[in-house]
C-alpha cells in the first residue's frame, strides 16, 4: 500500500458502508465487479433508504393534506416529516422556506420563472441584468437563456481560468446597479472547483442583486448551511445524495417566497378558487402545485438520515482524501490531462479528464467492459468543453462508498485503454 493509501485508513469504514448499497455488489460483463466511479451523476441507494420507500407504499400509501383518515394522515406525516429533516440538514431558519420539486433543474426553472412574474423591485425586464458563470450545469444557464429571451434582461457571465476557476477579475463590470440576480454553482460538476462564494454574493449584496446557488454538487458532500452562506436562494436534488430519483429541493428565503408569485398552478397550492380569481396558500405549499413526489420525499427524509447518521464532516474528509489520491495516480497516467484543478484545494470529487487523442467515448467503452463505471461526454456543461475546445471528457466522481482500490482499477484500466489503442 502506497503513503497515500495509508493516509486514508480509518477515516471512514466504507467496508461497513458498502454493505448498505447492494448495487456495489453487482457484477457485469463475465463476473467484472462494478467499480462504481459515477456518483456526481446519481449516487447508489443504501438500504435504508430502498427500505423507506417501500415501507411507505406497502403502509402508508395515501395523498397527503386533505385525507382525514388514519392512513392519510400518516402519509402527511412522513411527507412534512422529511421537509423537517432537509430543514435541519441544511440548517433552515423555517421549514417553510424548503420547497420540494422533481430536481434541481425545476428548483432552478422555479426561480427563474419567478422573477420573470415578479412586481418590482425583483422584477426582471429589460433594463435589467442576469449573471451566471461558463461553468454551470445547462440546468444554470438554460432557465436564465429564456427568461433573457422573454423579458428582453442582458445575460452576462464569469469566464473561467485555464486552471478552471472562475475569473473574478472583472466582477464589479460583471455585477453591476442593473444586475437582478446572479446565479452559480457552488461546486462545478464537470471541474470539481469549489466556488468562492463569499465574494460573489458580497458584491451581488453591494449592488442589490438577488443570489441563487445551484448545490447539487454540495449538498450530497460537505456540510450545507443556508445561513452561513447568505445567498437568497439554494437548489438541489436527492438522487445524487444517495436519495430517490423525481425530488429536488430549492431553499429561499421567507419574505422572498412570500412575495413572489407561484410558478405552477393547480391543487394544493391555492387558499380559495372562484371562476374569477384565486387567493394562494402560504409558501411551502404556494410553490407546489398538484400531488408532490410523496414517496420521493420520504426517501430523501431517510437519505438524510443515513448522511447525517455517517457525519457530514467525516464524508467530506474522506472524499477529499479520496480525490487527493485519485488526482495523484491520474497525473502520472502517460498523455493524461486533467481538465480542472490538479490539487485537492477548494475542489470536489469529481475529475474530468482527456486520455490524448483518444475519445471519451471509446475510453469509457473500454473501462465499462472492464466493470468500471464512469461518465463520458459533455457532462451537460458544454460551454466549458469549448472554453477547453475538446469535444467531451471522461468523469470518474467518487463519494462515501468509494474506496483507494477503485482509485487503482481506474488507472490500471486506463493503462488497458491506452494498450488497446495502441
Known amino acids: 500500500m502506497t503513503d497515500a493509501r495509508q493516509g486514508l485508513s480509518g477515516l471512514l469504514d466504507t467496508e461497513a458502508i458498502r454493505k448498505d448499497f447492494p448495487l456495489l455488489d453487482r457484477t457485469v460483463h463475465d463476473g467484472k465487479k462494478v467499480v462504481y466511479l459515477d456518483s456526481a451523476a ?11 420507500l417501500n415501507t411507505y407504499y406497502e403502509r402508508h400509501n395515501a395523498n397527503v393534506h386533505r385525507g382525514v383518515y388514519t392512513i392519510a394522515e400518516e402519509a402527511t406525516a412522513l411527507y412534512e416529516g422529511a421537509r423537517d429533516k432537509v430543514a435541519a440538514f441544511i440548517n433552515a431558519p423555517s421549514r417553510d ?50 427568461l433573457a429571451q422573454r423579458t428582453g434582461a442582458k445575460l452576462k457571465w464569469f469566464g473561467i481560468t485555464d486552471d478552471g476557476r472562475l475569473d473574478l477579475s472583472n466582477i464589479d463590470e460583471i455585477i453591476t446597479e442593473k444586475t437582478k ?40 458532500h460537505m456540510v450545507l448551511d443556508v445561513q452561513a452562506l447568505q445567498a437568497d ?28 408569485p407561484p410558478f405552477l398552478g393547480g391543487g394544493e397550492m391555492i387558499e380559495t378558487v372562484s371562476m ?116 467531451a471528457t471522461t468523469r470518474a466522481s467518487f463519494y462515501l462508498y468509494s474506496t483507494p482500490a477503485e482509485v487503482d482499477a481506474l488507472v490500471d484500466g486506463l493503462e488497458h485503454v491506452r494498450n488497446f489503442f495502441g
Open 276 to 391: 374569477h380569481s384565486s387567493t394562494y396558500a402560504p409558501a411551502p405549499h404556494k410553490f407546489e402545485a398538484g400531488t408532490p413526489p410523496i414517496a420521493q420525499a420520504v426517501g430523501l427524509g431517510a437519505a438524510v438520515d443515513y448522511l447525517t447518521s455517517i457525519g457530514m464532516e467525516k464524508i467530506h474528509s474522506h472524499e477529499k482524501a479520496i480525490t487527493e489520491y485519485a488526482l495523484k495516480r491520474l497525473l502520472e497516467v502517460p498523455d493524461l490531462r486533467i481538465i480542472g484543478p490538479t490539487t485537492a484545494e477548494d475542489r470536489g470529487a469529481a475529475i474530468s479528464f482527456t486520455l490524448g487523442d483518444i475519445h471519451p467515448h471509446d475510453v469509457g467503452q473500454v473501462l465499462d467492459e472492464q466493470g468500471i463505471a464512469v461518465r463520458v461526454g459533455h457532462h451537460c456543461a458544454r460551454p466549458v468543453c469549448l472554453r477547453y475546445g475538446i469535444p
Open 42 to 52: 446519481t449516487s447508489q441507494k443504501p438500504r435504508q433508504v430502498l427500505d423507506a
Open 181 to 220: 440576480i446572479v446565479s452559480f454553482t457552488l461546486v462545478s460538476n464537470i471541474l470539481g472547483t469549489v466556488n468562492p462564494v463569499e465574494q460573489i454574493i458580497r458584491r451581488a449584496q453591494q449592488v442589490g442583486a438577488l443570489v441563487c446557488i445551484d448545490a447539487s454538487q454540495a449538498a450530497p
Open 97 to 146: 422556506e424548503v420547497i420540494f420539486t422533481k430536481n434541481a433543474s425545476e428548483s432552478l426553472n422555479l426561480v427563474a420563472n419567478m422573477l420573470g412574474w415578479a412586481d418590482e423591485p425583483y422584477r426582471v425586464d429589460r433594463d435589467t441584468e442576469i449573471v451566471t458563470t461558463e461553468m454551470e450545469h445547462h440546468s444554470n444557464i438554460v432557465p436564465w437563456q429564456l
Open 233 to 260: 436562494f439554494v437548489a438541489f436534488t436527492g438522487h445524487k445524495m444517495v436519495g430517490p430519483t423525481g425530488i429536488g429541493v430549492l431553499w429561499g428565503r421567507q419574505e422572498l417566497l412570500e412575495d413572489l
